[in-house]
């Protein structure tokens, strides 16, 4: 038995999670898992309602389940930072999710901006739990004209090497075995030592793995130039989150992006959810594309060990990819189809 917190949210977040659960419901019998759930109303609601993002009980409540299944927060009317913070950062430091995992596939029959793509297929490990991210910072003096605002990037050796060390796994794992870590070690010279250094010891311990190092402003010029010289990618908190929006866009959006953000010593819950957010101006409508939510299920599945079924998941999603053409669908339109297809075994 499974057991599945699943925090909707906002927007669109519902109405893909709701897509996603389909799915997992369908795949579950041909694997003999039994999925529970519990949902959380989190997110901009419960903020309006009681001003709680994260209260202490529930993240230990979540904390007792086997993963997440999260759509997406935020709101218009929540000031920035707010949710962010206050529930999806805080669900990550807390739960320990010092891996984010965000694959990029150039799926066959989407359409990538790129006019000559090549075949697109990497893996971003993100860190997840230092950085800039962390909060370690301050502001003096705020709206004067002698402000100070300070926001500090903290990386620890520890952090660094654990998700060096997951990334050269993932590496090893793929066929090609190639690992580009990301980072700026010609200006931020003392993070980016440490990466470097930290690569380079593990690295000899993983001989047959190809190690390349790249500045994140280059990266962006071979995301758009040659993605396909990709496999895994390491690189710390705020550049993966950046490069990630672009490896989406040059893979067809959006839509498709998932991820994980995956405690690899499964010491709490790993929590997967599309990249995008909830998407305001389609909320409510049906026009939501549920594939990226589906995809995090395959995520999913993967981490709790059940690689058989995440492949099916995968393939149903793919196959559907494929032939989906151009015409609109509904959200649950495309749930129910892929549904179709993990059912029929395709
Ligand atoms: P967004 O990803 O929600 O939307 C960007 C654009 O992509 C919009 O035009 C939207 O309609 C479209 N879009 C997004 N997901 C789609 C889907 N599944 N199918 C079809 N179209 C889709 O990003 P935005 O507008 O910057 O943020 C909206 C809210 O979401 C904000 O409050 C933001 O803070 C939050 N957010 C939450 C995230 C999370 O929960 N992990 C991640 C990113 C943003
Ligand atoms: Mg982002």
Avoid: C
Wanted: hydrophobic content about 40%.
């Amino acid at each position: 038995m499974t057991s599945l917190a699943v925090v909707p949210g906002d927007g669109i977040g519902p109405e893909v999670t709701r897509e996603a659960l389909r799915v997992l419901e369908t795949i579950a019998p041909a694997y003999d898992l039994t999925f529970t759930t519990t949902e959380y109303d989190l997110g901009a609601r419960r903020y309006h309602a009681s001003g709680e993002t994260l209260p202490d009980a529930v993240l230990e409540e979540i904390r007792g389940h086997d993963a997440i299944l999260l759509g997406a927060v935020g709101d218009p009317s929540v000031p920035s930072g707010v949710l962010e913070r206050g529930l999806l950062l805080r669900l990550r430091f807390e739960l320990d999710h010092y891996v984010n995992l965000r694959p990029s596939k150039l799926f066959t029959g989407v359409p990538s901006p790129l006019r000559d793509p090549g075949e697109i297929d990497f893996v971003v490990v993100r860190e997840g739990t230092e950085g800039p991210y962390v909060g370690n910072g301050g502001a003096l003096r705020v709206g004067t004209p002698h402000e100070i605002a300070t926001e500090v990037s903290v990386n620890t050796a520890f952090g660094v090497e654990r998700v060096v060390r997951d990334a050269f796994a993932r590496a090893a794992a793929r066929p090609r075995k190639k690992l580009t870590l990301v980072h700026k070690n010609n200006v931020l010279v003392h993070a980016g030592h440490l990466w470097s250094r930290t690569v380079d010891r593990v690295a000899q311990e993983f001989p047959d793995i190809a190690v390349d190092y790249l500045h994140v402003d280059a990266a962006t010029i071979f995301l758009a130039t040659d993605p396909a010289r990709f496999d895994v990618v390491v690189t710390d908190n705020l550049f993966g989150d950046i490069i990630t929006d672009l490896a989406a866009a040059i893979t067809g959006g959006i839509g498709l992006a998932a991820s994980g953000n995956v405690n690899p010593d499964h010491t709490a819950p790993s929590m997967f959810e599309p990249v995008h957010g909830s998407a305001p101006d389609i909320a409510g409508q049906s026009k939501a594309d549920p594939t990226a939510a589906i995809l995090s299920t395959v995520l999913l599945l993967d981490h709790l060990g059940h690689a058989d079924a995440a492949h099916d998941v995968q393939q149903a999603a793919e196959a559907d990819i494929a032939e989906r053409g151009s015409a609109p669908r509904r959200t649950e339109e495309v749930g129910e189809a892929i549904a179709a297809r993990v059912a029929e075994g395709v």
